[in-house]
Structure formats: C-alpha cells, structure tokens
C-alpha cells in the first residue's frame, strides 16, 4: 500500500544520577513519533502530565531532534505546573533521541 | 486540627490503597480529619508506582503460584514487597496547608517521623533524600506521596524483618540479581528492624505511634460510612481492575 511507512520501535532506559529510573519505548514511521510510553519509578505532581506528555509527543517530527522534543516536555510540563523529582525533562528528551538510534 | 489516629490492621492490597483514596477525598472535602493511618497486607502484595509497568518489574505468575496481591499505587516511586509480617506500612494525609508547600522538605519532615521511632527503639535513622530513611547507610524505609484535590497523602514502609528470597523471586530488579554475590550486595543496601535491635512487632508500632502523633492534637477513629462506601467502589472498581493495575 503506497503511502504506509514501517514502524520501527525504539527502547532507551537511564538511572538518573542520584535519582530515579526512566524508560522509554516508543514507536516511529521514520518521520515522526507514533506512540511514547516512559516507564519508571521516578515522581512527578502532578501524576497526570505524564500522560499528557505521552499524547503530546504523538506526532512530533523525528528531525526536531532532542531540542525540540525538550521544547515539547518543558511546554506541557509549564501548562501543568508540574515539578519533576528524581529526574528531568532533559532526562527524556535525551532518552527519546537515544531511543530513536 | 485534630488528628485521627487509625490502628494497625491488614486488609487486602486494593482495599489498602483505596483506604488511602477514600480517605484523601472525604479529607479533601472537609468530611473527614487529617489522618494517620498504619496498616498491614493480608495476603502479602507486591504495589508498584503509578508509572511503573507490572510486566517490567513484577513477576506476575510468581507472585499467583504463591498468592500474592498485585497493585498499582496512585503514587509514583518503585516497587515494593510487602511482607505480611515483615512490615508496617503508614499513611498520613492532610490538608496541603498542614505540610510544607515544597515536597522534598514534605518527605523530609515526615520521614522525620519515621527517624523519632527508630530513635525511640534506639536506633538512628538518616533521611536520604528522595523519600528513603537508613540505618546505617542502609534503606529500612521508603516513601512517596501525591497532592491531588487540596489533600497530601504519603505512604510509605518500616522494614521490620526481612524475606529477600521470596523479594528477589517476585519483584524483577532482584530476579536479575539472584547471585550469592548480589544477596550480599542486597545485605549491603537494605535493612529491617529486626537486623539492628531485637524488639517485639508491638513495641515497633507503640514507637511509631507516639512519633507519628507527637505535639498533635489526636484521637483514635475508624473510616466513617462514607468513607467505607467509597472504599468498597474504590477497591473494587480501580485497585482491584485489571485495566488499573495494567494500566502501564
């Protein structure tokens, strides 16, 4: 079928230095992200951004790179006021950008 | 305010954590009194964090050969053992404005609560930031909160004897790490009351009893009818599902 790209998925875990664990799996077309889901037993209040997180990376071109997709988290994050412990939003920009090699 | 104090008891791992959720919420709405609470697990349980995935750190045909409770927690923070009778679990929960409005100092002063019960069986006890207090430089007590509808609650465990191989057979960090080696290495990093003082299960809660209420204004209480109403949907319909536990 013309148009149909391969998804391919992509895994990157970290343990945060002095702080948590972080995994990510996600699923790409090549050009863009199709599905984030990051695991791990790391805080962040308000609970529910990580699930906007998640949502809000569906459909992020991969050619942004790490920097955008730190855009992205730290976008969604301020819209929550949220506070992350034990890790970072640079945590999981590094982790989408690993998880795509 | 007045504090309600409830007594230990053991309920299943849903109705454990939706005691901790119905609670929150009649708190939240002013129904109920802030509340602390310390309890047990019948049957023992493995929880996870709320973002945390069973498959990646449960192992879930284990834990159903020998009757484990399998729960997903709404807060974050890892995967724990409960132990039937290993361990003391805690929960206090508060209007927000009764606790510092900065989480680290939050799960500073109430893990300060758990380090005056270990001072009071004679036992010194360090905060280690995130949420963990050790004894000598090893965990004997892990924590984690969530602030949701105005209302902090934290819970969190007081080791008191240890099982590390029914631990390392169900939870997947450890199942990694089976060697004689790595049980050494475990030795090294966790502890329970029982490795420091002998000192009988009562007197551990008596301890953590007085330090949890010190300087408070308290009474005994039980779970009003509401709360019991809302425990029951609770533990039925989140805790108990498997589309909650599963969820991740």
């Keep these: ?101 | 305010m007045k504090w309600r104090l409830m007594d230990f008891e053991r309920r299943t791992a849903s109705v454990n954590m939706a005691i901790d959720e119905a609670v929150s919420i009649a708190v939240g709405r002013g129904e109920s009194p802030p509340t602390i609470r310390f309890y047990g697990w019948e049957p023992s349980a493995v929880s996870i964090g709320c973002f945390q995935s069973v498959q990646e750190e449960v192992d879930v045909e284990v834990c159903r050969e020998i009757g484990l409770d399998i729960v997903r927690r709404r807060t974050g923070a890892g995967a724990v053992y409960h132990d039937r009778n290993g361990e003391i679990t805690y929960s206090v929960i508060c209007p927000l404005d009764m606790v510092e409005n900065d989480i680290s100092a939050s799960y500073c002063t109430i893990c300060g609560w758990i380090i005056d019960a270990l001072d009071l069986l004679g036992l010194q006890g360090q905060f280690h930031p995130i949420n963990d207090v050790l004894v000598r430089g090893r965990k004997i007590s892990g924590s984690a909160q969530t602030r949701r509808g105005g209302v902090l609650l934290m819970h969190g465990t007081l080791l008191y004897d240890l099982d590390p191989g029914t631990m390392f057979s169900v939870l997947k960090v450890g199942k990694e790490k089976l060697s004689d080696k790595d049980i050494m290495e475990f030795d090294e990093r966790v502890t329970c009351i029982l490795n420091e003082i002998e000192v009988p299960w009562h007197l551990v809660l008596r301890a953590l009893r007085v330090a949890f209420t010190c300087e408070k204004d308290w009474e005994m209480g039980t779970l009003s009818k509401n709360e019991m109403v809302q425990v029951h949907k609770l533990a039925v319909e989140r805790y108990g599902s498997d589309e909650w536990t599963y969820s991740r």
């Design chain 1, 1 to 101: 079928m013309t148009g149909q790209r391969e998804l391919r998925q992509g895994f990157a875990e970290r343990k945060v230095k002095g702080g948590k664990l972080v995994r990510v799996r996600l699923i790409h077309d090549g050009e863009m992200i199709r599905s984030v889901r990051i695991t791990g037993d790391f805080l962040l209040h308000p609970e529910e951004t990580l699930v906007d997180i998640e949502m809000g990376l569906f459909g992020i071109p991969l050619d942004g790179g790490r920097d955008f997709f730190l855009e992205v988290v730290n976008g969604i994050a301020a819209e929550r006021n949220a506070q992350f412990i034990g890790f970072s939003a640079e945590d999981i920009a590094d982790l989408l950008e690993e998880a795509l090699i």
